[in-house]
């Protein structure tokens, strides 16, 4: 493939112009108390992992507002709730435990970014600090904060994504699809895996 840019000079090139100077030095190594009342509001965050081989995956976690718990300034714990056990990322972390958080908040056009590295515990005493409807997750990441960060708002506002714009009138493959297209099932197969899935989201949030 041509036209290929191999470098950050060739990038610098192409793109001119340097960042202004608070662009550069907005990030911060702890969690401040603006990014800590900012992640307190978060239900959803992206959890960004890589894998010992290079690979590298990221994961949608959500929860109530205030679900990732700030211990201290340089660490978060996040819960692991039930999903459908290929357990991507905690192998991940497991392997190569450098990560990256990516937090959004419901019609906030900012989000915060955070890196750092993480470890998967079963410590009760952590355990315990996520009980929902009377259950307590199994594991919980533990992040060391290396960098946290605000992002703008230009990727929301070009998508829109808190408006109605963008809405699909219909045609969005469901997760049943999204699964087993490649695997060819019959019509059958396929009605069980839609009324499998909903039954897990129905009956194994927590």
């Not at 009342?37 to 976690?61: E, K, M, Q």
């Not at 937090?103 to 515990?121: A, L």
């Not at 396929?190 to 009324?195: F, G, K, P, T, Y």
Request: hydrophobic share 35%; glycine share 8%; with cysteine.
């Amino acid at each position: 493939m041509g036209h290929e840019i191999r470098s950050e000079q060739e990038l610098r090139e192409v793109i001119t112009g340097e960042p202004h100077e608070l662009v550069v030095a907005k990030d911060t190594s702890v969690i401040t108390d603006s990014i800590k009342r900012y992640i307190d509001r978060s239900p959803f965050v992206c959890l960004a992992t890589h894998g010992a081989d290079g690979s590298s995956d990221v994961s949608p976690r959500g929860d109530a507002p205030g679900f990732v718990h700030v211990l201290d300034e340089k660490t978060l714990l996040i819960p692991d709730r039930p999903g459908n056990k290929r357990f991507d990322s905690i192998v991940n972390i497991i392997g190569q435990p450098r990560l990256s958080l990516l937090f959004m908040i419901p019609g906030v056009q900012e989000t915060v970014r955070v890196n750092g590295s993480g470890v998967v515990s079963t410590d009760p005493e952590l355990l315990g600090r996520f009980p929902v409807n009377g259950k307590l997750p199994k594991l919980v990441i533990v992040v060391t904060v290396t960098e946290a960060l605000g992002h703008c708002s230009k990727a929301f506002r070009r998508s829109k994504l808190w408006q109605s714009d963008y809405l699909p009138d219909a045609g969005v493959p469901s997760l049943a699809e999204l699964m087993s297209d490649h695997l060819g099932l019959d019509a059958a197969t396929s009605q069980m895996l839609e009324l499998g899935i909903d039954d897990d989201a129905r009956n194994n949030m927590y």
